[in-house]
DNA sequence: TATGAAAGGAATTGCAT
DNA sequence: ATGCAATTCCTTTCATA
């Protein structure tokens, strides 16, 4: 006996409507408020929700565990590190190289100081390194020293970043 | 009677040896160890870097007073905001086209839900946007909506993002 | 699933070195 | 600049609706 054909089972509130990833609203408005300030208090988030902060507790909790925020990250002015410069180094690599020669490389740069991301483009065969470095001469260095002597790699074009506008930060691939 | 003459005035230690930016190797430690887990307690924080969390606490609040700390950000695993797909798109603009109608363009592309992160280069007439939409269709959508019908762009080059690391994140500049 | 209460822990401030 | 101590606030868990 277990029909529910009592004409009450209206369940479905607007509240439990879940988009994409199995989000609902206030995992949203969450993610929102926390996007530019990750430090802020759980006390804090709960008011700017309109939720208990035990609430709130879960949620953010849920929301980590599920992997939907994969970090809390601290955003830094690279010119206070000494870093003014920035730029984007567009790498083109030999068509002939080799997958694991690719993969090495790729890994040698990820660890570079210098390197703040690296987009990885169109296959295996292009890719994009965003850098801040400290002038002119340290850019050429890490150009010269990290990337154009390496056989992997067939050409770069630097462009300097003359304005930066970020919106979000996503994760890393994984 | 306020002298100090008694021969053991030698306080120059060496960890007060200052970097660029006015930064000690204490600074640079907390930012280090903020830079990924920026929602650390004060307590871990100082046990991380070797301090009392008072000294810690003071550090970090001198960080962010003084803006080498920008803010702390959450990231997000963009596939379980329904954005699977992300992309470079290469932006090119009219020779002609006059300084105001460029910084109203660029204004309107930054408050673009689906906009990571805004690379202005070399100069005012070439930028990089980098998106996360859902799939192929809604990228289309974005470049021929936000970009190719502007009359302030002249051509777009559109790069899907294959894989993507960050090793960490730079202020928007101010 | 959301909430409120209770206990334990942490942030923040002032003060002393 | 660092460490310490006291107050206040927050986090965390759990019982309850």
């Known amino acids: 006996m277990d029909r529910s054909d009592d004409g009450a089972v209206v369940r479905a509130v607007s509240k439990d409507v879940r988009g994409p990833g ?4 206030l995992d949203r408005r969450i993610l929102e408020v926390l996007r530019d300030d990750a430090r802020m208090s759980n006390a ?5 929700v309109g939720v208990a902060p035990s609430t709130a507790h879960v949620r953010l909790r849920s ?3 599920r992997g939907v925020i994969s970090g809390f990250v601290t955003s830094v002015d690279q010119r206070r590190l000494g870093r003014g410069l ?4 567009h790498v083109g690599l030999r068509p002939g190289a080799r997958r694991a020669s690719i993969e090495d490389f790729a890994r ?9 991301q690296v ?5 295996v065969d292009d890719f994009i390194v965003h850098v801040a470095v400290s002038d002119s001469s340290a850019l050429r260095a890490f ?3 990290h990337l154009s002597s390496k056989p992997t790699v067939a050409s770069t074009t630097t462009s300097i970043v003359f304005d930066y506008y970020r919106n979000g930060v996503a994760a890393s691939f994984g």
Do not use: K, M, N, T
Not at 22 to 25: A, I, K, Q, S, T
Not at 44 to 48: D, G, Q, T
Not at 86 to 89: M, Y
Not at 108 to 116: A, C, K, S, Y
């Open 22 to 25: 199995g989000l609902d609203d």
């Open 44 to 48: 804090e988030l709960a008011a700017a």
């Open 63 to 65: 929301l980590r565990e």
């Open 86 to 89: 920035q730029a984007l180094v």
């Open 108 to 116: 040698e740069i990820r660890g570079l100081p210098q390197v703040l």
């Open 119 to 123: 987009f990885f483009l169109g296959g």
């Open 143 to 145: 150009v010269v020293d």
